[in-house]
């Protein structure tokens, strides 16, 4: 099927619609095209039609390097190591260039989200990575990488790691072009002020020509390559529609080198190539100082992909690549070395430091059959590991993923400032243009110089810095002390919270329970029969009361179910036992059981004919429960417990004086219930099993115990890796300190522009004054933010 000379489209078969175009036979879809082609012909402005196919090869061209690059991701093995697949989604991280502001990242966002296939798009100012995720049977990435390329954007596959290679690419290019508009600058101004004295005491003309020539010589280059970056950011705010701060600061260097040349040709006027000059390093130099700041707040660590390890082989050990090993691998790691991935532990045990991901400093012994996860530290002796996940699959790759989704996903006080800081650039040049106009109107020779200062003194890129710089820098500090953040309204949630709602077990508590008496209620059972019965039904389950069980045998069991909140039942040689809290008993036994048993947490396990024996069970508080609560109150925080054990096994447990509110003997259902009715604003939810599922969903903010099932990590907003409570409360002040420091960027970027404007209309700003004005006003912001990732 032919195609639309003039739109492209495909003709259809039944249809023709022929015109003679620049002496050649042309097919057109609709009468319409040929009506525009026939006119464009008539016009003689068929050079159109020429130059789009010169556009169509460039593009052809861009598309050729682009599947270049992303050609590597056909072998399965290097695809499976930077792309996360999950179901049918497929998840993946581009290292972008040319990323300024988030006027930027809006951009990307907006533009790949339209592109059908593509489920989620989120971008990260400070860090410049895309977090894309598509579906891989309606797109391909390389079409995704196409479509980022043809706004303006370059792309490569991102692991963490290899942002440090790329970082180090940009800083020497930046360094570069910083050095030669340092060396332009030097050179012109020397000229500048050897021409400023001629004004005074006189100069020949020859040698006047000759300053301004030199001039020239050295501004040259500075315009060229050291501002070339902004004048790429330009053309891509034309064609895209959507401005950056690149727009205006590229007409006022344009405006004033082209006038300057003109000068110089024409022997009349002024030549201004020391402003130009002294304009583009401060600019320069603000950027760089700029994005040095951001990127310390974004430290990846050591990349593994070119890391050598030794690997089991049917003839021994082999020294072999990380990017090599796959599942079933067997390795060796020796002390002091860094896992490369995930894995399990087969022959000795060793301490492991897993600061890297928990936030705690002091090692943890870890036997053999112990699951290990990659980054951490092999502390103590020589090991060998089994492989379970390697490349984007691993436990430190998917912290990475849902850090990076948390950053980009931005709070409503992000967007709007995102929204603000383009039509602010619009009424940036309109603004600039009417004070050209009437400074010219009025006979004011600096006219031209005036709209320059205020093009660029009113730079939104404070604006635009506020509040992703300082929710990077906290995000990525609470990362590193373990608390990982896993939604983007986390931080502005947490630092409006009035109400923190516990579960007990596993979250106050530390889950590891011990049988302190057995009661054997049935005849015809011993002792290590129930047993080994409380053990068949608990061999599968993940609760935490379950694990008392692990170390007795278990049998095989038929129809097994887990009942939330109450316990789990299942067939054992044709008998049906339920094993759960005492609600599950009279349910099972169909009458109400006696109420005289001792205060603490007991187990029932019974038939529907009887109830056979009782397990009396102990919990340890946490070391760090009575602190936190109280630091909590002492914030103001109303503070409650949600727990299904009874009032009993609570008071057993620790005082309630400890809570304002004590619920017990709550199902998942009511949890949820109690929240809604007693919850009147910003509620965080603290849990670790299925029965807190329904409360951690339904909560302004919910955070889930590192220990937890994956079920409720898929539910919170915050995960606690080291699931230490204390974490809480510095998250709160953390959050807190966050807004503070995004309301004090915020404010600094408004009063800025708000004096800054009317000063530089009023022509008491030089360029070069406008300049340095704006590099230190997004400096400032960002610098501010930064303090985010101290402690105090």
């Given at each position: ?32 095209c ?64 040319g ?21 989620h ?10 977090s ?7 797109i ?20 963490p ?8 690419q ?13 060396v332009?600058?030097m ?26 020539w030199?001039?020239?010589f ?10 070339s ?12 529609r ?25 022997n ?25 700041a951001?990127n310390?707040?974004?430290n ?9 390890t030794?690997?089991k ?10 990017s ?50 990659a ?11 089994a ?22 996903e ?5 967007i ?28 004011n020779?600096?006219a031209y ?42 931080l ?17 508590t530390?889950g ?12 015809s ?15 599968h ?55 005289n048993?001792?205060q ?6 019974c ?8 397990f ?13 609560l ?11 417990l949600?727990t299904?054990d009874?009032?009993?096994s609570?008071?057993s ?20 219930e109690?929240l ?16 807190d ?5 339904g ?75 704006m590099?230190?006003s997004?400096l ?12 105090n």
């Amino acid at each position: 099927m032919s195609s639309c000379f003039h739109c492209g489209d495909p003709i259809p078969s039944n249809l023709t619609i022929e015109s003679t175009i620049n002496g050649e036979q042309r097919g057109f879809c609709c009468h319409g095209c040929q009506a525009i082609a026939e006119y464009i012909e008539d016009a003689n402005l068929c050079r159109y039609y020429e130059r789009r196919e010169v556009e169509n090869i460039n593009s052809a061209q861009s598309r050729i390097d682009t599947d270049k690059i992303f050609a590597l991701l056909d072998n399965q093995d290097i695809y499976n190591r930077y792309v996360f697949q999950e179901d049918n989604r497929h998840h993946i991280q581009l290292s972008v260039e040319g990323i300024t502001c988030s006027a930027c990242a809006w951009l990307i966002e907006k533009h790949l989200s339209s592109l059908e296939g593509v489920v989620h798009v989120g971008v990260n100012v400070s860090s410049s990575v895309a977090s894309i995720e598509w579906l891989p049977d309606q797109i391909s990435i390389k079409d995704v990488a196409f479509a980022l390329k043809r706004i303006g954007y370059a792309s490569l596959p991102y692991l963490p790691g290899e942002r440090a290679n790329s970082l180090k690419q940009e800083k020497k290019r930046a360094i570069i072009q910083l050095g030669i508009a340092g060396v332009g600058m030097m050179q012109v101004m020397m000229s500048a002020v050897a021409m400023y004295a001629g004004d005074i005491q006189g100069m020949e003309d020859i040698y006047r020509n000759l300053l301004r020539w030199t001039s020239f010589f050295f501004a040259t280059p500075v315009v060229f390559y050291s501002a070339s970056s902004f004048f790429k950011g330009a053309w891509r705010d034309l064609k895209t529609r959507h401005f950056t701060m690149d727009l205006p600061v590229s007409i006022g260097i344009g405006l004033a080198y082209f006038s300057s040349v003109y000068a110089l040709l024409t022997n009349g006027g002024h030549v201004y190539f020391d402003s130009v000059t002294m304009f583009t390093f401060f600019l320069l130099l603000g950027r760089f100082l700029e994005t040095l700041a951001r990127n310390k707040e974004f430290n990846d660590g050591e990349d593994n992909a070119l890391q050598a390890t030794e690997r089991k082989s049917k003839n021994g050990w082999e020294i072999t690549s990380v990017s090599s090993l796959i599942v079933g691998d067997i390795i060796r790691v020796k002390p002091g070395e860094t896992f490369p991935v995930d894995g399990y532990l087969l022959n000795s045990a060793t301490q492991v430091d897993e600061s890297s991901l928990t936030g705690e400093y002091l090692p943890v012994v870890r036997n053999p059959g112990d699951a290990i996860s990659a980054q951490t530290v092999n502390v103590d002796q020589q090991v060998e590991l089994a492989v379970t996940a390697a490349g984007a699959n691993t436990r430190a790759a998917a912290i990475t993923r849902i850090t990076e989704r948390a950053i980009a996903e931005k709070p409503k006080v992000a967007i709007i400032a995102d929204a603000v800081a383009h039509y602010f650039v619009i009424g940036v040049l309109v603004t600039a243009a009417l004070t050209y106009l009437g400074w010219s109107y009025v006979g004011n020779d600096n006219a031209y110089w005036i709209m320059v200062s205020v093009l660029v003194v009113t730079c939104p890129c404070a604006l635009s810095l506020a509040t992703p710089v300082a929710l990077t820098s906290a995000t990525n500090y609470l990362r590193q002390v373990g608390l990982l953040v896993t939604r983007g309204h986390t931080l502005e949630s947490l630092s409006a919270t009035n109400h923190v709602v516990f579960d007990k077990t596993g979250t106050l508590t530390q889950g590891s329970f011990s049988i302190t008496q057995i009661d054997v209620l049935a005849s015809s059972l011993s002792e290590d029969q129930v047993l080994t019965i409380a053990a068949s039904l608990e061999q599968h389950s993940t609760h935490p009361i379950a694990k008392v069980f692990k170390q007795f045998t278990a049998m095989p069991v038929n129809d097994l179910r887990n009942i939330i909140g109450k316990g789990v039942s299942g067939t054992i040689d044709e008998q049906l036992y339920f094993l759960g809290n005492k609600q599950l008993a009279e349910e099972a036994v169909g009458h109400t059981l006696s109420s005289n048993v001792a205060q603490g947490l007991v187990l029932y396990l019974c038939t529907h004919q009887e109830c056979v024996a009782r397990f009396h069970l102990t919990d340890q508080v946490r070391k760090e429960t009575e602190k936190t609560l109280k630091s909590l109150r002492n914030l103001g925080i109303r503070v409650s417990l949600l727990t299904g054990d009874t009032i009993g096994s609570t008071k057993s447990t620790f005082p309630l004086e400890w809570f304002d509110d004590v619920e017990a003997s709550v199902s998942p259902e009511g949890k949820w219930e109690w929240l809604k009715q007693n919850s009147k604003s910003h509620v965080v939810m603290v849990g670790d099993g299925l029965n807190d599922v329904p409360a951690l969903a339904g909560s302004t903010t919910s955070i889930a115990m590192g220990s937890s099932s994956d079920l409720a990590k898929t539910h919170s907003d915050a995960i606690l890796l080291n699931s230490n409570i204390a974490l809480i409360h510095k998250a709160i002040l953390k959050a807190k300190k966050c807004s503070r420091i995004i309301k004090q960027n915020l404010s600094w970027a408004l009063a800025y522009n708000l004096i800054m404007l009317p000063a530089a209309v009023a022509g008491f700003v030089p360029p070069w004054a406008a300049a340095i004005g704006m590099a230190l006003s997004s400096l400032l912001v960002v610098v501010n933010a930064t303090r985010l990732s101290r402690d105090n």
